[in-house]
């Protein structure tokens, strides 16, 4: 069966740094792109980083431009979130998912909180 497992998540303060990882398993990693999403409480599940099968190429939404960075490794089947300078607006729970994949295979996710 198909597994995306989170981690990395925690509390910390504006302008702190978070790295968060996505394992999967039950798929051909390497031959699927992947995303970040994120869902803050009363919002939609928005789109953060994405990254191609290879790796090659990388897209962000404006957001979060010059403070994070998406990454993968297909050798170890991981997929990273590296979150810089973060700021309260950043607070959500984040999820990884094949963006070409339906809403049907959320994991659990990894809480991000930034709070003074």
């Known amino acids: 069966q198909v597994q995306l497992v989170e981690s990395g998540g925690g509390l910390v303060q504006p302008g702190g740094s978070l790295r968060l990882s996505c394992v999967a398993s039950?798929?051909?990693?390497?031959?699927?792109?992947m995303g970040w999403y994120r869902q803050s409480p009363g919002s939609q599940r928005e789109l953060v980083a994405q990254?191609?099968?290879?790796?090659?190429?990388?897209t962000y939404r404006d957001s979060v431009k010059g403070r994070f960075t998406i990454s993968r490794d297909n050798a170890k089947s991981t997929v990273y979130l590296q979150m810089n300078n973060l700021k309260p607006e950043d607070t959500a729970v984040y999820y990884c998912k094949p963006p070409g994949w339906s809403s049907d295979y959320w994991g659990q996710g990894t809480q991000v909180t930034v709070s003074s």
């Open positions: 039950g798929y051909m990693f390497r031959g699927n792109a």
């Open positions: 990254i191609t099968s290879s790796g090659g190429t990388t």
